[in-house]
């Protein structure tokens, strides 16, 4: 363990050894360093080790073991307990001889003694022995410690630990010790750069320390931030003044940074404390903005909160008036009355709509702000989004309320508009619930039911149907209605179960009718079957009887005529019956109902049977049967064609009143005859269908007869039976047409006495609206012309009837007779009667209608102005109900909260002193009532009194208590009055019992008091001890109940509150004026619906009563405004009165604060102005001076004078300011009120902080206006002085260092203000003033001038900047050029600066510093171009850390140096800058062939010196040749083989073997160093090896580099000798000229030549010049 800290302690030492040897030094450094941790980790390696020994040897070891180890552990604790003491002293002490230091040296920084003086050289070298003191201090400190800390490392685990921990602590110390001692180890040689760097630093802490005051001070305006939500006052003043703050502290970090970059070790320290300094400020300063912008935040917030609060109490107020619109419908009726329903569902869509409207607002709003809020602070916008969600969710309750009610509201609407629907919808199930009782007869089983009974409902049945399809179709029609005016999904939803309603009914009807129509048909199909049946019993007869006649004509061969005539009939009726039954039978079998299809379907199979009969009798004897049937067929035919004769007979008869001559029947006659014509045609048309499908028929079935002889006779009669058929087909033809057109006229006959009959009702409608027409009607009354008009109206519509029922009528007959030319003339004739009689019709209903629309108008117009007249009265009535409020502003109700004020003091100051008899008692003076006089005094005198400030009355307000205690104004306040005053009275706010006792436990409830009723105390509030809620005896003053009852409950319910006559006057005016504004809205509302009534009426009496009611409606929504108003001025008056009354109550603590604020002001103001007095003694001294501008300034005499007396005066004034601005700051931050005086009073602060910093402005303004007036004088003068000193060394030839040593005087380093300004005085060309003399001195140097700083006033030096001719005399036009100035060229300056008067240019005579080139240049152009700029005196200094050759010569590197110059070393250039151009060098990459180290080395360097050579200096075998011992190839022996590759170093040759021809080298193998001759080229021009151009010999010790520039980093040296391999290159490198100056040092005055490079030697900077100065000075 001891080694390895020893090997850290070791490694350590040398690493800072190395880091000695600058920038070569860094890679050696790194790679050591990287041991370092390796070493550390080894070490804690041991340690932990040793200690597992330790525990491991305490765990196993004997108990002699563990008493030894415990006897080492308290002989180790007692060796450290020794030592430590006095180590500690030792720290201490070093400690304390570094902080003796920095208390030494610092008032010689900040107030150094004069330059050169003895005080500062002792000062100077004091701190030095002091700090070789303390250094010698931290050394033994530091010995002792690391001697203990070996020592320490071979104790008990336990005590080691801890002698570590302490003695590292120890280190630690002295490492800060050191840290601190370090700036001083140099003092005396930094002395001045420290005075400086402390002048800079005191400047930027100066500038830091403005802008730290306005920092404080928004700091602490800021302050009101921790109490509460600012001001946006506030906020902007503090703004005001935090941001040009961080303006100004910004500028001042960024000069800090400035001065960082640049700022030597000895000041940096201090600019990062600075830097932190201002850090903090930049910090506290962003933290004051970022508050101020989070107190805007939280404005907004406010701002944004009560907004949405507004919106969402306005919501919730329409939500209230939602609910007092819904009233009606809550009074238990349930359907209301159709006017009051409608009324009410209005006010309850108006309400919803208002209270949603402010809703959607709320939300809206809240959503907007919620993503606002989002862009808050953390605490901000939780505070934000918990009052926006309180918000919402008032929001959204309201929203559910409201939307519940709009719900109700349309189903209540709903309801209203389907009241019709559903009662007819009732009458319409009614009538189908009774259609289906009568036609419950009609059902599946009517096969059971009698005729009686199925005809019994039939006769029923269709009067009950009727009326069920007149309901249904009613009910339907106000479904239909209703879903045109309903919209919305509620109303969609209802009508869907009216619909099904509906629907099940027409079903139901539906079912019943198809069952009523099966009743119809099962009753038709009974007769049909009982007809059916017969007749097939007939066929059957018929068909028996045809057997029964076959029989007997079967029976013989030839049968008589009579016999077979017989048969042949019996046959051709039974077929006939059965061929009628079976069409019958098949007609019937199509029915619907089972049971007659069933039924038929049985009686067709006895037709079948009875035809299958008939058929057996036809197939008997064939000619036999074919005969009896032909007969028969020809007589049945016969029978038929007289039926069709028969019915021509009808047709003629029915004909004959149209054949008698008369063209125009009687209408009646002519319709009638025309019916009966009709019917005989349709008679006849059957019958001839009739025979003609018989006699068709059998004439084709007696054509397949086999007896065609017999059967040709039979049809040749049915023949002439056609023939006879076809006549009457023809007549019948004829008799159509003819009817057709009787038809036709008798319509038109028809038409006429239709437009006839409208004719006559129109001429009615004339003569009743007649009188309305005439001017008489002007003077009917309106009832006289209100029943005229109702009896024209109603002839109107009868007559507009019947004349739609002639042009219907009418239009028929047209479209029946077109093309028919003959009516054609009379349908025109008629038509135009027709027209004739509407336009009639059309006039006088104008006129009714005419007449109409003035009556309604003037009754609309009365009724609109009665309306508008009313509003007047409803706005006067809501001045009137707020006129307490807005008129006086509340002062009634806030003397009644002074009372209640003074009561609760009477009352606290009776329970601590006396009762209700004796407080009278003591305010009348035991007098009985009490004086106006003595009841005032009382109240002045009262506070004092009982202790109480808050009865502190005004005069005013002790009057108006008197008043109202006064009940019964008699002028005095009587023992009754007096008690008044204590009287309380409560508001219920929740529902609660009464009860008979005080106790809870032991009362009974006697009643209940519901919410909003007001109760009057009957005792004082008093605790029931039991439940430990407060109790009160009262009465409710309106039902009179009187007990006991519970202000608040145990959980925290709230069920009685104070009782407040403002909100109590507030509720009840709230009220009222919104009841009117109720009524004035309802007016605007019928303006707008009647407005849209009228609409459609574009002229007439109603158009002119829109055009009123226009002008009307202005009139009335301004009644609206008015009230809106009114609301506005209530709302502003009710907030006014709440500040108001909070203004009262707070009086007596504003006041109290405001003495405080007062008495704090006063003490502030006193301490401004003195400190101010004070300031403006600095300004006024310097005012003549500040003031004084150009030549004026030039001439003030004493300016010297003033900037001695502001140098004396502006430090004192400073210093009062400051200390006044801080004062007011500190109480500012004492002062935590957020209004009030206190408030006021920390503003008023704020003002005096500014006027304090203003003062303290304008003198720090005022001395830098002095300062800027002495440099402008100084600097006029600075120029002829200096040219005056140069002039007189000049003219005595003297140099201007001698001249200074004349000046300063033997043995003097510095030259005095007093003895530099004699001489400047004493010259006799330079005309210049005592004072300003001083202030040249002062400019120069102060308090006195070193040399440094005198040479460089007297010597000047001019740069060119733009191309100029040197020419050998002043006067230009005489002149002759020497040469052309280069840019960037100085000339040191030996004349002048002269002006040319006539070409207007300023010249100097100076020197080139180049080349010593003398002559006259021009430093301005007459036209402005600037040729010479003024420059420092160049001085150069080393940069870098390297020693830099002075050399003795130009050229670089030639000749020994003079010596070398150190790193810091200042130079005084004499010549130069000149440039030195090399030619390029030759460097290659190589590889080293005796280690293979490999890098870049120099074959030629810039100077032309040749470090290696390759040429012909190495071969490389290319084909096998032996190495001999000699040149002669004959007498040779071989040394070895050289094989193909190899490298050979040639020592001698090559030579040419003369005998042999070949070619031969001796060398030496660079492998194994074999040396001989070997063959290069045979005799037969074989080459057995070739030069080699890759290889190398070192001539000349060279460096090998890391990169290719000459520069870089060394590897290694190569020695003469070696061999290197070229692997890159070789390639040139070009070098750049270099920049070479003639100096001399300032140290010894060595003189000789330099390089100019950026890293080892520069042209030394201002702040450097001023550091040798004072360097110089010191010295």
């Given at each position: 363990?001891?080694?390895?800290?020893?090997?850290?302690?070791?490694?350590?030492?040398?690493?800072?050894?190395?880091?000695?040897?600058?920038?070569?030094?860094?890679?050696?450094?790194?790679?050591?360093?990287?041991?370092?941790?390796?070493?550390?980790?080894?070490?804690?390696?041991?340690?932990?080790?040793?200690?597992?020994?330790?525990?491991?040897?305490?765990?196993?070891?004997?108990?002699?073991?563990?008493?030894?180890?415990?006897?080492?552990?308290?002989?180790?604790?007692?060796?450290?307990?020794?030592?430590?003491?006095?180590?500690?002293?030792?720290?201490?002490?070093?400690?304390?001889?570094?902080?003796?230091?920095?208390?030494?040296?610092?008032?010689?920084?900040?107030?150094?003694?004069?330059?050169?003086?003895?005080?500062?050289?002792?000062?100077?070298?004091?701190?030095?022995?002091?700090?070789?003191?303390?250094?010698?201090?931290?050394?033994?400190?530091?010995?002792?410690?690391?001697?203990?800390?070996?020592?320490?490392?071979?104790?008990?685990?336990?005590?080691?630990?801890?002698?570590?921990?302490?003695?590292?602590?120890?280190?630690?110390?002295?490492?800060?010790?050191?840290?601190?001692?370090?700036?001083?180890?140099?003092?005396?040689?930094?002395?001045?750069?420290?005075?400086?760097?402390?002048?800079?630093?005191?400047?930027?802490?100066?500038?830091?320390?403005?802008?730290?005051?306005?920092?404080?001070?928004?700091?602490?305006?800021?302050?009101?931030?921790?109490?509460?939500?600012?001001?946006?006052?506030?906020?902007?003043?503090?703004?005001?003044?935090?941001?040009?703050?961080?303006?100004?502290?910004?500028?001042?970090?960024?000069?800090?940074?400035?001065?960082?970059?640049?700022?030597?070790?000895?000041?940096?320290?201090?600019?990062?404390?600075?830097?932190?300094?201002?850090?903090?400020?930049?910090?506290?300063?962003?933290?004051?903005?970022?508050?101020?912008?989070?107190?805007?935040?939280?404005?907004?917030?406010?701002?944004?909160?009560?907004?949405?609060?507004?919106?969402?109490?306005?919501?919730?107020?329409?939500?209230?008036?939602?609910?007092?619109?819904?009233?009606?419908?809550?009074?238990?009726?349930?359907?209301?009355?159709?006017?009051?329903?409608?009324?009410?569902?209005?006010?309850?869509?108006?309400?919803?709509?208002?209270?949603?409207?402010?809703?959607?607002?709320?939300?809206?709003?809240?959503?907007?702000?919620?993503?606002?809020?989002?862009?808050?602070?953390?605490?901000?916008?939780?505070?934000?989004?918990?009052?926006?969600?309180?918000?919402?969710?008032?929001?959204?309750?309201?929203?559910?309320?409201?939307?519940?009610?709009?719900?109700?509201?349309?189903?209540?609407?709903?309801?209203?508009?389907?009241?019709?629907?559903?009662?007819?919808?009732?009458?319409?199930?009614?009538?189908?619930?009774?259609?289906?009782?009568?036609?419950?007869?009609?059902?599946?089983?009517?096969?059971?039911?009698?005729?009686?009974?199925?005809?019994?409902?039939?006769?029923?049945?269709?009067?009950?149907?009727?009326?069920?399809?007149?309901?249904?179709?009613?009910?339907?029609?106000?479904?239909?209605?209703?879903?045109?005016?309903?919209?919305?999904?509620?109303?969609?939803?209802?009508?869907?179960?009216?619909?099904?309603?509906?629907?099940?009914?027409?079903?139901?009807?539906?079912?019943?009718?198809?069952?009523?129509?099966?009743?119809?048909?099962?009753?038709?199909?009974?007769?049909?079957?009982?007809?059916?049946?017969?007749?097939?019993?007939?066929?059957?007869?018929?068909?028996?009887?045809?057997?029964?006649?076959?029989?007997?004509?079967?029976?013989?061969?030839?049968?008589?005529?009579?016999?077979?005539?017989?048969?042949?009939?019996?046959?051709?009726?039974?077929?006939?019956?059965?061929?009628?039954?079976?069409?019958?039978?098949?007609?019937?079998?199509?029915?619907?109902?089972?049971?007659?299809?069933?039924?038929?379907?049985?009686?067709?199979?006895?037709?079948?049977?009875?035809?299958?009969?008939?058929?057996?009798?036809?197939?008997?004897?064939?000619?036999?049967?074919?005969?009896?049937?032909?007969?028969?067929?020809?007589?049945?035919?016969?029978?038929?064609?007289?039926?069709?004769?028969?019915?021509?007979?009808?047709?003629?008869?029915?004909?004959?009143?149209?054949?008698?001559?008369?063209?125009?029947?009687?209408?009646?006659?002519?319709?009638?005859?025309?019916?009966?014509?009709?019917?005989?045609?349709?008679?006849?048309?059957?019958?001839?269908?009739?025979?003609?499908?018989?006699?068709?028929?059998?004439?084709?079935?007696?054509?397949?007869?086999?007896?065609?002889?017999?059967?040709?006779?039979?049809?040749?009669?049915?023949?002439?039976?056609?023939?006879?058929?076809?006549?009457?087909?023809?007549?019948?033809?004829?008799?159509?047409?003819?009817?057709?057109?009787?038809?036709?006229?008798?319509?038109?006959?028809?038409?006429?006495?239709?437009?006839?009959?409208?004719?006559?009702?129109?001429?009615?409608?004339?003569?009743?609206?007649?009188?309305?027409?005439?001017?008489?009607?002007?003077?009917?009354?309106?009832?006289?012309?209100?029943?005229?008009?109702?009896?024209?109206?109603?002839?109107?519509?009868?007559?507009?009837?019947?004349?739609?029922?002639?042009?219907?009528?009418?239009?028929?007959?047209?479209?029946?007779?077109?093309?028919?030319?003959?009516?054609?003339?009379?349908?025109?004739?008629?038509?135009?009667?027709?027209?004739?009689?509407?336009?009639?019709?059309?006039?006088?209903?104008?006129?009714?209608?005419?007449?109409?629309?003035?009556?309604?108008?003037?009754?609309?117009?009365?009724?609109?102005?009665?309306?508008?007249?009313?509003?007047?009265?409803?706005?006067?009535?809501?001045?009137?109900?707020?006129?307490?409020?807005?008129?006086?502003?509340?002062?009634?109700?806030?003397?009644?909260?002074?009372?209640?004020?003074?009561?609760?003091?009477?009352?606290?100051?009776?329970?601590?002193?006396?009762?209700?008899?004796?407080?009278?008692?003591?305010?009348?003076?035991?007098?009985?009532?009490?004086?106006?006089?003595?009841?005032?005094?009382?109240?002045?005198?009262?506070?004092?009194?009982?202790?109480?400030?808050?009865?502190?009355?005004?005069?005013?307000?002790?009057?108006?208590?008197?008043?109202?205690?006064?009940?019964?104004?008699?002028?005095?306040?009587?023992?009754?009055?007096?008690?008044?005053?204590?009287?309380?009275?409560?508001?219920?706010?929740?529902?609660?019992?009464?009860?008979?006792?005080?106790?809870?436990?032991?009362?009974?409830?006697?009643?209940?008091?519901?919410?909003?009723?007001?109760?009057?105390?009957?005792?004082?509030?008093?605790?029931?001890?039991?439940?430990?809620?407060?109790?009160?005896?009262?009465?409710?003053?309106?039902?009179?109940?009187?007990?006991?009852?519970?202000?608040?409950?145990?959980?925290?319910?709230?069920?009685?509150?104070?009782?407040?006559?403002?909100?109590?006057?507030?509720?009840?005016?709230?009220?009222?004026?919104?009841?009117?504004?109720?009524?004035?809205?309802?007016?605007?509302?019928?303006?707008?619906?009647?407005?849209?009534?009228?609409?459609?009426?574009?002229?007439?009496?109603?158009?002119?009563?829109?055009?009123?009611?226009?002008?009307?409606?202005?009139?009335?929504?301004?009644?609206?405004?008015?009230?809106?108003?009114?609301?506005?001025?209530?709302?502003?008056?009710?907030?006014?009165?709440?500040?108001?009354?909070?203004?009262?109550?707070?009086?007596?603590?504003?006041?109290k604060e405001r003495r405080e604020a007062e008495a704090l002001l006063a003490e502030a103001n006193k301490t401004l102005e003195a400190a101010e007095a004070e300031g403006a003694k600095a300004t006024t001294s310097s005012e003549a001076l500040v003031a004084a501008q150009g030549e004026e300034l030039m001439k003030?005499?004493?300016?010297?004078?003033?900037?001695?007396?502001?140098?004396?005066?502006?430090?004192?004034?400073?210093?009062?300011?400051?200390?006044?601005?801080?004062?007011?700051?500190?109480?500012?931050?004492?002062?935590?009120?957020?209004?009030?005086?206190?408030?006021?009073?920390?503003?008023?602060?704020?003002?005096?902080?500014?006027?304090?910093?203003?003062?303290?402005?304008?003198?720090?303004?005022?001395?830098?206006?002095?300062?800027?007036?002495?440099?402008?004088?100084?600097?006029?003068?600075?120029?002829?002085?200096?040219?005056?000193?140069?002039?007189?060394?000049?003219?005595?030839?003297?140099?201007?260092?001698?001249?200074?040593?004349?000046?300063?005087?033997?043995?003097?380093?510095?030259?005095?203000?007093?003895?530099?300004?004699?001489?400047?005085?004493?010259?006799?060309?330079?005309?210049?003033?005592?004072?300003?003399?001083?202030?040249?001195?002062?400019?120069?140097?102060?308090?006195?001038?070193?040399?440094?700083?005198?040479?460089?006033?007297?010597?000047?030096?001019?740069?060119?900047?733009?191309?100029?001719?040197?020419?050998?005399?002043?006067?230009?036009?005489?002149?002759?050029?020497?040469?052309?100035?280069?840019?960037?060229?100085?000339?040191?300056?030996?004349?002048?600066?002269?002006?040319?008067?006539?070409?207007?240019?300023?010249?100097?005579?100076?020197?080139?510093?180049?080349?010593?080139?003398?002559?006259?240049?021009?430093?301005?152009?007459?036209?402005?171009?600037?040729?010479?700029?003024?420059?420092?005196?160049?001085?150069?200094?080393?940069?870098?850390?390297?020693?830099?050759?002075?050399?003795?010569?130009?050229?670089?590197?030639?000749?020994?140096?003079?010596?070398?110059?150190?790193?810091?070393?200042?130079?005084?250039?004499?010549?130069?800058?000149?440039?030195?151009?090399?030619?390029?060098?030759?460097?290659?990459?190589?590889?080293?062939?005796?280690?293979?180290?490999?890098?870049?080395?120099?074959?030629?360097?810039?100077?032309?010196?040749?470090?290696?050579?390759?040429?012909?200096?190495?071969?490389?075998?290319?084909?096998?040749?032996?190495?001999?011992?000699?040149?002669?190839?004959?007498?040779?022996?071989?040394?070895?083989?050289?094989?193909?590759?190899?490298?050979?170093?040639?020592?001698?040759?090559?030579?040419?073997?003369?005998?042999?021809?070949?070619?031969?080298?001796?060398?030496?193998?660079?492998?194994?160093?074999?040396?001989?001759?070997?063959?290069?080229?045979?005799?037969?021009?074989?080459?057995?090896?070739?030069?080699?151009?890759?290889?190398?010999?070192?001539?000349?010790?060279?460096?090998?580099?890391?990169?290719?520039?000459?520069?870089?980093?060394?590897?290694?040296?190569?020695?003469?000798?070696?061999?290197?391999?070229?692997?890159?290159?070789?390639?040139?490198?070009?070098?750049?000229?270099?920049?070479?100056?003639?100096?001399?040092?300032?140290?010894?005055?060595?003189?000789?030549?330099?390089?100019?490079?950026?890293?080892?030697?520069?042209?030394?900077?201002?702040?450097?010049?001023?550091?040798?100065?004072?360097?110089?000075?010191?010295?």
């Open positions: 363990q001891a080694a390895v800290s020893e090997n850290i302690t070791s490694l350590t030492k040398e690493i800072n050894d190395i880091r000695k040897g600058g920038a070569s030094a860094t890679a050696s450094v790194t790679e050591m360093s990287k041991l370092l941790p390796k070493l550390r980790q080894a070490q804690a390696g041991i340690v932990e080790q040793l200690n597992k020994v330790w525990a491991s040897l305490a765990k196993s070891g004997t108990a002699a073991a563990a008493k030894e180890s415990k006897e080492q552990i308290e002989k180790d604790t007692k060796d450290f307990e020794e030592a430590i003491p006095a180590i500690k002293d030792l720290t201490s002490v070093a400690e304390e001889s570094v902080t003796a230091i920095v208390t030494m040296a610092e008032p010689i920084i900040s107030s150094p003694p004069a330059e050169g003086s003895e005080d500062l050289k002792k000062a100077l070298d004091e701190v030095e022995a002091a700090s070789t003191d303390a250094q010698s201090k931290i050394n033994e400190a530091r010995k002792e410690i690391q001697t203990r800390l070996t020592g320490a490392r071979q104790y008990a685990v336990e005590v080691r630990k801890k002698a570590m921990t302490e003695y590292s602590a120890l280190q630690s110390k002295l490492t800060e010790a050191q840290r601190k001692l370090g700036p001083f180890r140099t003092f005396k040689k930094d002395f001045q750069q420290k005075v400086k760097a402390k002048q800079a630093l005191s400047d930027l802490s100066d500038k830091l320390s403005n802008a730290e005051l306005e920092v404080e001070k928004a700091a602490m305006m800021s302050i009101a931030a921790e109490s509460g939500q600012m001001s946006e006052e506030e906020i902007t003043a503090c703004t005001k003044v935090a941001e040009p703050a961080q303006t100004a502290v910004m500028g001042a970090l960024r000069e800090v940074e400035m001065k960082l970059k640049s700022a030597a070790a000895v000041m940096k320290e201090e600019l990062l404390a600075l830097k932190d300094r201002g850090l903090e400020m930049k910090k506290k300063c962003e933290t004051v903005i970022s508050t101020m912008r989070n107190q805007r935040q939280g404005i907004s917030a406010a701002q944004m909160a009560a907004t949405i609060a507004e919106k969402v109490t306005l919501a919730e107020e329409g939500l209230v008036a939602c609910q007092d619109a819904e009233m009606p419908f809550l009074k238990g009726i349930e359907v209301l009355p159709a006017e009051e329903s409608t009324k009410a569902i209005s006010d309850c869509e108006g309400a919803s709509a208002k209270a949603e409207l402010a809703l959607n607002q709320a939300r809206s709003l809240i959503r907007q702000k919620q993503t606002d809020a989002k862009k808050f602070p953390k605490e901000l916008q939780e505070k934000a989004m918990a009052e926006l969600t309180q918000l919402s969710q008032r929001a959204e309750a309201c929203g559910k309320k409201i939307t519940d009610f709009k719900k109700e509201t349309a189903e209540r609407k709903l309801n209203a508009l389907m009241a019709e629907v559903m009662e007819a919808l009732k009458t319409a199930e009614a009538k189908v619930e009774a259609h289906g009782e009568v036609a419950k007869v009609f059902s599946d089983e009517l096969n059971h039911v009698t005729e009686e009974a199925i005809k019994e409902a039939m006769e029923k049945v269709g009067a009950v149907e009727k009326e069920a399809m007149e309901a249904v179709a009613e009910a339907r029609k106000q479904l239909a209605g209703k879903q045109r005016d309903v919209k919305g999904p509620a109303a969609a939803g209802a009508m869907g179960k009216l619909q099904g309603r509906l629907k099940a009914a027409a079903d139901d009807l539906a079912k019943n009718k198809k069952a009523s129509t099966f009743g119809d048909k099962l009753l038709k199909g009974k007769e049909a079957l009982a007809e059916e049946m017969g007749n097939v019993d007939k066929a059957e007869a018929e068909v028996a009887k045809a057997e029964k006649l076959a029989e007997p004509v079967e029976a013989v061969e030839k049968p008589t005529d009579e016999e077979c005539a017989e048969l042949g009939d019996a046959i051709v009726l039974a077929q006939n019956t059965i061929k009628a039954t079976t069409g019958s039978i098949q007609g019937n079998m199509s029915t619907p109902v089972p049971s007659i299809k069933a039924a038929f379907s049985k009686v067709a199979e006895r037709s079948k049977k009875v035809q299958e009969r008939l058929d057996k009798v036809l197939a008997g004897k064939k000619g036999l049967r074919e005969r009896s049937l032909g007969e028969a067929y020809v007589r049945e035919g016969k029978k038929k064609t007289d039926a069709v004769d028969s019915f021509v007979e009808k047709v003629n008869d029915a004909e004959l009143p149209f054949l008698k001559g008369i063209e125009v029947l009687p209408l009646t006659e002519a319709t009638s005859t025309i019916d009966a014509s009709q019917k005989a045609a349709t008679d006849l048309q059957s019958a001839i269908s009739e025979a003609r499908n018989f006699i068709a028929a059998k004439n084709v079935e007696m054509k397949s007869f086999s007896d065609k002889e017999k059967t040709k006779p039979l049809i040749e009669e049915l023949t002439n039976l056609t023939s006879r058929v076809n006549a009457a087909a023809t007549k019948l033809a004829s008799f159509r047409k003819d009817t057709d057109t009787r038809k036709k006229n008798a319509l038109l006959q028809e038409a006429a006495e239709k437009i006839a009959a409208a004719e006559k009702e129109v001429e009615l409608v004339t003569e009743t609206a007649a009188p309305l027409s005439d001017e008489a009607a002007e003077e009917m009354t309106a009832d006289e012309a209100a029943t005229i008009c109702e009896k024209a109206g109603t002839q109107a519509k009868t007559a507009q009837a019947a004349v739609d029922e002639s042009r219907t009528f009418l239009s028929a007959r047209s479209q029946e007779n077109k093309g028919n030319i003959g009516n054609a003339e009379t349908i025109k004739s008629l038509q135009t009667r027709l027209n004739a009689a509407g336009t009639a019709l059309s006039k006088a209903k104008k006129v009714v209608n005419n007449q109409e629309h003035k009556f309604v108008a003037k009754k609309l117009l009365q009724e609109v102005n009665e309306m508008v007249d009313s509003l007047e009265t409803e706005v006067k009535a809501a001045e009137e109900v707020a006129s307490p409020l807005l008129e006086n502003g509340g002062v009634q109700f806030l003397v009644a909260a002074s009372l209640k004020t003074l009561a609760a003091a009477l009352r606290s100051y009776m329970k601590e002193k006396l009762d209700m008899a004796g407080l009278f008692a003591e305010a009348s003076g035991g007098s009985g009532p009490i004086s106006k006089e003595d009841f005032l005094s009382y109240l002045k005198k009262l506070p004092e009194a009982v202790d109480r400030p808050e009865v502190e009355f005004t005069e005013e307000r002790r009057e108006a208590l008197f008043s109202l205690i006064d009940a019964d104004g008699d002028g005095k306040v009587s023992e009754s009055e007096f008690k008044d005053i204590f009287k309380q009275k409560f508001i219920c706010v929740t529902g609660i019992s009464i009860t008979d006792v005080l106790q809870v436990s032991n009362s009974k409830t006697t009643g209940k008091i519901e919410p909003e009723e007001v109760l009057e105390a009957l005792g004082p509030v008093t605790k029931d001890e039991a439940t430990g809620m407060e109790r009160v005896e009262v009465k409710a003053t309106g039902s009179g109940k009187q007990g006991f009852v519970t202000l608040k409950g145990n959980q925290g319910t709230t069920y009685l509150q104070e009782f407040s006559p403002f909100t109590d006057f507030c509720t009840a005016m709230d009220k009222k004026i919104e009841e009117r504004l109720a009524k004035v809205k309802s007016v605007t509302s019928f303006f707008t619906q009647k407005v849209n009534e009228l609409a459609p009426h574009t002229s007439g009496p109603l158009s002119e009563a829109k055009a009123e009611l226009m002008k009307l409606r202005p009139k009335a929504s301004q009644q609206a405004t008015e009230i809106q108003k009114i609301k506005g001025k209530v709302g502003a008056a009710k907030k006014d009165f709440f500040k108001a009354e909070e203004a009262e109550r707070t009086a007596h603590l504003e006041a003030f005499a004493t300016p010297a004078t003033v900037a001695e007396e502001m140098e004396t005066l502006e430090p004192s004034a400073s210093s009062l300011l400051s200390k006044a601005k801080a004062s007011f700051l500190a109480q500012t931050r004492e002062i935590k009120a957020t209004k009030g005086p206190m408030m006021e009073a920390k503003k008023e602060l704020t003002k005096l902080i500014a006027k304090a910093d203003l003062s303290l402005r304008k003198v720090k303004a005022a001395a830098e206006a002095v300062k800027k007036a002495c440099k402008t004088i100084s600097e006029a003068a600075d120029a002829n002085a200096s040219a005056a000193l140069r002039s007189e060394a000049a003219e005595k030839g003297v140099a201007v260092d001698e001249l200074f040593a004349q000046l300063a005087g033997a043995g003097n380093s510095t030259l005095s203000h007093e003895a530099l300004c004699k001489r400047l005085l004493a010259i006799p060309s330079l005309e210049i003033a005592e004072e300003h003399a001083k202030l040249v001195c002062r400019k120069i140097e102060a308090p006195s001038i070193s040399k440094r700083s005198f040479l460089a006033f007297v010597q000047r030096y001019y740069v060119v900047t733009a191309a100029v001719a040197i020419t050998g005399e002043f006067e230009i036009t005489k002149a002759k050029t020497i040469r052309k100035a280069e840019l960037d060229e100085i000339f040191e300056i030996l004349e002048g600066p002269r002006s040319d008067q006539k070409l207007g240019l300023n010249r100097v005579r100076g020197r080139s510093l180049v080349d010593s080139t003398e002559g006259w240049l021009s430093i301005k152009g007459n036209q402005g171009s600037i040729f010479l700029k003024e420059t420092e005196k160049p001085f150069y200094t080393v940069s870098g850390a390297d020693e830099v050759p002075l050399g003795p010569s130009f050229k670089v590197g030639e000749g020994e140096p003079v010596r070398m110059l150190k790193s810091g070393e200042v130079m005084e250039m004499l010549e130069g800058p000149k440039k030195e151009t090399f030619p390029p060098g030759l460097r290659a990459r190589c590889q080293a062939l005796s280690d293979k180290a490999s890098g870049w080395f120099s074959i030629r360097d810039k100077q032309g010196t040749v470090f290696a050579e390759g040429e012909g200096k190495f071969y490389t075998c290319v084909s096998t040749v032996a190495i001999t011992d000699n040149f002669d190839i004959k007498d040779c022996k071989v040394v070895k083989k050289l094989q193909v590759g190899e490298i050979m170093a040639v020592v001698e040759g090559p030579l040419v073997q003369e005998e042999s021809g070949v070619t031969r080298v001796k060398a030496r193998t660079l492998d194994d160093d074999q040396v001989g001759w070997v063959t290069v080229k045979g005799n037969a021009g074989t080459s057995y090896a070739t030069a080699s151009k890759a290889h190398y010999a070192v001539v000349k010790e060279a460096k090998l580099q890391k990169t290719i520039t000459s520069n870089s980093d060394v590897v290694r040296m190569l020695e003469v000798g070696e061999t290197v391999k070229v692997t890159e290159g070789p390639k040139e490198e070009v070098h750049q000229a270099a920049l070479r100056v003639k100096v001399k040092a300032t140290t010894d005055g060595a003189v000789g030549w330099v390089t100019v490079l950026p890293s080892s030697v520069k042209r030394c900077t201002a702040k450097e010049l001023e550091a040798l100065a004072n360097k110089e000075s010191s010295a």
